[in-house]
């Protein structure tokens, strides 16, 4: 059903007792590091890799907090090779918009 992230690893940082912190959490996650990821360009065209490993580097915790390992692999990768990491970054969008739609049905039923 999920392609990304792993709602049993979601519950397993945050608990399950209180779903209302748990939705705070994961919308958190939607509203700040998924935004970020997604507005990187700008920093790509500028050359502003100080911003984008900032970026990156700030959204790998959260990554593993909802279960994207694959994800959070990218973020290292474009972390360890910034000025060639356009590449990356495009199949990194690809998985934020999965992402973005599974914790959306993850907090629908939650």
Do not use: W
């Amino acid at each position: 059903m999920y392609q990304l992230i792993s709602p049993q690893t979601i519950i397993q940082y945050f608990g399950d007792d209180d779903k209302e912190m748990l939705r705070e959490m994961v919308q958190i996650i939607l509203d700040t590091n998924l935004s970020d990821l997604k507005l990187l360009d700008p920093f790509y065209d500028k050359g502003d890799y100080a911003t984008i490993k900032k970026k990156c580097h700030k959204a790998k915790p959260s990554m593993s907090y909802v279960g994207a390992i694959e994800s959070r692999k990218l973020l290292e990768k474009i972390e360890s090779d910034l000025e060639n990491s356009r590449p990356t970054y495009n199949h990194l969008l690809e998985h934020i918009d999965i992402i973005d739609k599974e914790l959306k049905h993850f907090l629908d039923n939650i």
